[in-house]
């Protein structure tokens, strides 16, 4: 599992997939969330603004993040 810090309250979904760097744009990340190609917490989440909270998990092309606080 790979540790991704942020330095605010919480990010949105379709930002923190870009902050790891699993996509160039937000356009991509867009289209794999709406495919149900992600999962926040182990559930399936399809909102790219879903808003992530330190502690909280992403999961997507058998690759784990954990978002924490910088």
Do not use: H, W
Request: proline share 1%.
């Amino acid at each position: 599992m790979t540790e991704i810090a942020i330095t605010t309250e919480f990010i949105k979904l379709d930002s923190f997939l870009k902050l790891a760097g699993e996509f160039g744009t937000g356009g991509k990340a867009k289209l794999t969330i709406a495919a149900g190609g992600v999962q926040v917490n182990g559930e399936t989440c399809t909102m790219r603004g879903k808003k992530l909270y330190p502690g909280d998990t992403v999961s997507l092309f058998n690759r784990t993040y954990r978002v924490t606080k910088e």
